[in-house]
């Protein structure tokens, strides 16, 4: 019992110590006291007296450049006795005993004075600040794992110095990011435990809930149960694995062999308890009710959301008047009292908006033709807009819908039009080369169509004429200048033309046909022509 007793007051002391290096930035001359401690944190082993000191101070200004050697030394010993410094064992050389009065004290920062100036400029830097979640650290997380157990799982042990360097730079991506969760989420709570936003403040709330928090989450559910897989896979190996990292690089920890009374703190990772952290983060496996770090996370989620709720009904019972209005009624109620039939109106008008009808001009549907003689009460309803009924406004509301992308429809048509350009090409292709045979070949569908197309505007362009008795044709041809293709067609007695397609035969009697480039010369005569005619 007496031993647990000693135990538990040395720990209570040490405790108690450890606590006085916050002392500093509490006390009336904390700016002066994080001023010098400033000056040490800006040094790396060294140690300063006091000249060296004040005239640091001097040179950066603030709050400390206004201390004499009298009160800066008080500072620099109250600084030891809370164990923020250490005195130096830095020899002293002197020329004058006033010299050697000056110097001989040297002060060095101590690790735990600089590990709470270290806190305490961060938080001075950025308390208030909306932290971003790092939540790409957690796809490298997964990552590393991944790796991580890939190496156990390979054939013969795992090489220990690439075991390292994958555990220590999975866990500082870890910290990170489970640290800027922590952060995130406070500055969360912090604002939205005010009760004072306005409309603006809760509008950009609610879209950093509902966009921002929304993705966190969203990412955090879907590495969780990768991660969990991982861990599962590595746990059975991970003692051995560890031991192999000790044996091949021990490190700082091999004071706690030869020092036993020093304690070592080791690099994230190094240790069981570190891998049992990281899994307790995403899954429960302590048994302990309380639950993962993402579980948690959910819930701190879903009370953000509680708590933006409860600032949107705050500001709708404000803006709709569910507040005590006792007073001003009875006020209301001694002007109704004390005025005029007149003006008794014209504050009721005033009061709660009770105007005169009006009359409000709709256009009628214009396909309705409604005589004058017929009643508003037998009459065809007219559709009033639902603004113009409920607030007598014609102006519209919302957001304007987003202009429709037609770049893919446009892509798909310009395609469907090179495609037809395409194949009317390749018809004309093939009529210019069956001109004068088209009774020997068969033609195919579109060449068939293009073939037909141009006869009829060629029969179009056409003119009759009597020669001999009988009807000639002059001028019967027709051109596709973009085709580069020409057709003429004349009338032969006795000719019988038949042009045979894919769609089906069509037969043209007394008609001679030729097809030609539109760079061509111009048939000559109806003799030439028909040489060159099917």
């Known amino acids: 019992m007496e031993g647990n007793e000693s135990h538990a007051q040395r720990t209570g002391a040490e405790a108690w110590q450890r606590l006085s290096a916050y002392a500093y930035l509490s006390v009336p001359e904390r700016l002066e006291y994080l001023a010098v401690m ?31 050697v009298e009160t800066l030394t008080a500072r620099l010993e109250q600084l030891v006795r809370w164990g923020n410094l250490l005195r130096s064992t830095h ?28 806190d305490a400029d961060e938080v001075l830097a950025g308390a208030d600040a909306a932290r971003e979640v790092s939540s790409e650290l957690l796809t490298l997380v997964d990552r590393g794992l991944s790796e ?8 013969g042990s795992a090489n220990p110095q690439q075991a390292l360097e994958r555990i220590s730079t999975l866990f ?19 604002v939205l435990a005010r009760y004072d936003l306005d409309g603006a403040e809760y509008q950009g709330f609610k879209e950093l809930l509902l966009d921002y928090v929304e993705a966190i989450t969203e990412e955090v559910s879907f590495r969780a149960p990768r991660i969990a897989t991982h861990l599962d896979a590595i746990w059975p190996n991970l003692p051995v694995l560890l031991a192999d990292i000790d044996a091949h690089a021990a490190g700082i920890g091999a004071l706690a062999e030869g020092l036993p009374e020093t304690r070592v703190q080791r690099s994230r990772g190094r240790d069981l308890a570190d ?45 709709s008047g569910e507040m005590s209005r006792r007073k001003d009624l009875l006020r209301l109620a001694a002007w109704f009292d004390a005025a005029e039939p007149q003006e008794a109106h014209d504050i009721a008008v005033a009061a709660f908006g009770i105007y005169g009808a009006r009359h409000l001009g709709v256009a ?91 006869l009829t505007s060629a029969l179009g362009n056409a003119r ?51 097809v030609e480039s539109a760079s061509s010369p111009m048939v000559g005569n109806i003799s030439s022509a028909g040489e060159a005619s099917a």
Request: glycine share 8%; hydrophobic share 40%.
């Open 38 to 68: 400033r000056v040490f944190r800006g040094t790396l082993l060294a140690d300063l007296s006091v000249p060296d000191v004040l005239a640091k101070l001097k040179r950066t200004g603030g709050s400390g450049a206004a201390c004499d």
């Open 91 to 118: 020899a002293v050389r002197a020329t004058t005993i006033a010299e050697y009065q000056r110097s001989r004290s040297r002060y060095q920062l101590s690790k735990l004075g600089e590990r709470v100036q270290r």
């Open 148 to 155: 991580i157990a890939a190496l156990i799982a390979a054939p």
């Open 172 to 190: 500082v991506q870890f910290a990170e990011f489970a640290e800027s969760v922590r952060d995130f989420y406070a500055y969360l709570g912090q």
């Open 275 to 319: 891998w049992e952290g990281l899994r307790d983060w995403f899954a429960d496996t302590g048994g302990h009710g309380r639950g993962s770090q993402v579980d948690q996370l959910r819930d701190a989620t879903l009370r953000a959301l509680q708590s933006l709720l409860a600032n949107a009904k705050r500001m709708l019972r404000s803006a």
């Open 364 to 454: 009628p549907d214009p396909d309705r033709s409604v005589p004058a003689y017929v009643s508003w009460w037998t009459g065809p309803v007219v559709d009033v807009p639902v603004a113009l009924r409920e607030r007598g406004s014609r102006a519209p509301r919302g957001r304007a819908a987003a202009a429709e992308d037609h770049a893919e429809q446009k892509h798909r048509l310009m395609e469907q039009a090179r495609e037809q350009t395409e194949a009317r090409r390749a018809a004309a292709d093939e009529l210019r080369s069956a001109s004068g045979r088209f009774d020997q070949v068969r033609l195919s569908a579109a060449a068939m169509r293009l073939l037909l197309e141009l």
């Open 464 to 514: 009759l004429r009597q020669d001999t008795g009988d009807f000639m044709i002059d001028g019967a041809h027709a051109s596709d200048a973009d085709l580069g293709i020409r057709l003429t067609a004349w009338r032969t007695p006795g000719r019988l033309t038949v042009l045979r397609s894919a769609d089906g035969d069509l037969t043209a009697d007394d008609l001679a046909l030729a």
